[in-house]
């Protein structure tokens, strides 16, 4: 699947910025300001026609099926399946594919969010390039990113989170710090080129990077050039491949040792307030400079564990998480207006994860409540 080569990729030193100059003015000085960091980077060793072999592309399209076969346009591909992947097989042979254009809707979960649906043909393809890709580069990850990776989740994330708050307090001795960051329009903001750049420091076969070119650069956000449409499954990986670099830079030359990612929202763990506090202007010059992304100026703050981080859906205290109150606002809301045994049913499991008994009581008693008004006004 792969193998080792010696790579020299360029870091900013903690110190880098203390000129004030930009990465490129950094570059073009030299002098010292840029670690150049030499070391063995897996190299992907499966090919084009890995990728869009009729083999690959069938059992692509049996992953994609799942749990869509009553989709009206999933029916129609399906009717003809054989000559549709033949045709998007030398379509992408030929190197005449092009990526169609994408359905736009808007979901709340729970802030507003804009998915954008690809043609059943393309989706196709995506995963049968997630199949190939999605196991190389998860193993090249850092293993506290959580974000769509197998057997990681928000579950995960949180319970690592309580691990290291346990760690660096000291079984709760001491006082344990948070810096807590959010990426300001996360999706929205990668940006194509930079990304197209750091997939070429892994994937060597061109044909590949044609393809995924084709992918990424068949949506933009708010310019050219610009976003990652949320429908996309490859979309998925391709953020993550993103901020692996900065994965790498916290870890590496930041030394954040107890620092977790999900997605667009990351944390780093320190008794130390000071150290932490300087390290967040470090931290978006690097997304600044490197990456192109900025964080979210509300979003940003160190904050003792004792008094509550609020970190993936949680405010997590050191002996026990609670659901935020809007969470529970919401919760009450939709369980009024849609009073189903299965809606309570799911938030009452989800309150399994905090310490919610009494909450879950109320919900309980709400739902007896509602579900007596909704039977009398029938």
């Known amino acids: 699947m792969f193998c080792n080569v010696t790579c020299q990729v360029l870091y900013p030193s903690p110190n880098f910025f203390s000129n004030g100059k930009s990465l490129v003015d950094n570059l073009a000085l030299g002098g010292g300001v840029i670690f ?20 690959n592309l069938l059992a692509a399209w049996q992953e994609f099926v799942r749990g869509k ?26 190197k005449q594919y092009r990526h169609g254009g994408y359905y736009a809707f808007s979901i709340t979960d729970p802030k507003p969010r804009s998915i954008h649906k690809a043609k059943v043909e393309d989706r196709v393809l995506h995963h049968a390039v997630y199949r190939l890709l999605y196991p190389f580069f998860d193993n090249a990850f850092i293993y506290d990113s959580y974000s769509c990776r197998q057997d990681k989740g928000t579950h995960k994330a949180s319970e690592q989170f309580k691990k290291f708050c346990f760690k660096v307090s000291h079984n709760h001795t001491r006082t344990c710090w948070v810096l807590k960051c959010d990426i300001r329009k996360f ?24 393809l995924l070119k084709e992918i990424i650069s068949s949506f933009q956000s708010t310019e050219a050039g610009k976003g990652l449409p949320l429908g996309n499954l490859t979309s998925q990986l391709l953020v993550n491949v993103y901020m692996h670099e ?27 307030k000071t150290w932490l506090k300087a390290q ?74 905090v310490n919610a008994q009494r909450l879950s009581q109320a919900i309980v008693n709400d739902y007896g409540l509602w579900k007596n008004e909704q039977r009398y006004s029938e």
């Open 36 to 55: 150049k960091r030499v070391f063995m980077r897996i190299q992907l060793t499966h090919t084009f026609k890995d990728i869009i072999s009729l083999d």
């Open 69 to 94: 076969r009553n989709k009206t346009d999933v029916q129609l591909f399906s009717r003809h399946l054989a000559e549709r992947l033949t045709v998007l097989h030398e379509s992408l042979a030929n």
């Open 187 to 210: 999706f929205a903001s990668v940006d194509q080129a930079v990304l197209l750049g750091i997939l070429s420091l892994y994937i060597p076969d061109q044909d590949i990077l044609w």
């Open 246 to 272: 900065f994965d790498y830079y916290v870890k590496h030359y930041l030394k954040g040792r107890y620092y977790i990612r999900y997605a667009d929202d990351f944390v780093i763990v320190s008794s130390d």
């Open 280 to 353: 967040i202007p470090l931290i978006q010059r690097f997304l600044h400079e490197v990456l192109l992304l900025s964080l979210h100026p509300d979003k940003v703050y160190i904050r003792s564990l004792a008094s509550g981080v609020d970190f993936l859906g949680w405010v997590n205290f050191p002996d026990h998480r609670v659901l935020r109150p809007a969470t529970v606002r919401r919760m009450r809301k939709r369980i009024k207006e849609n009073p189903k045994p299965e809606t309570v049913q799911s938030y009452l499991g989800l309150m399994k994860h």
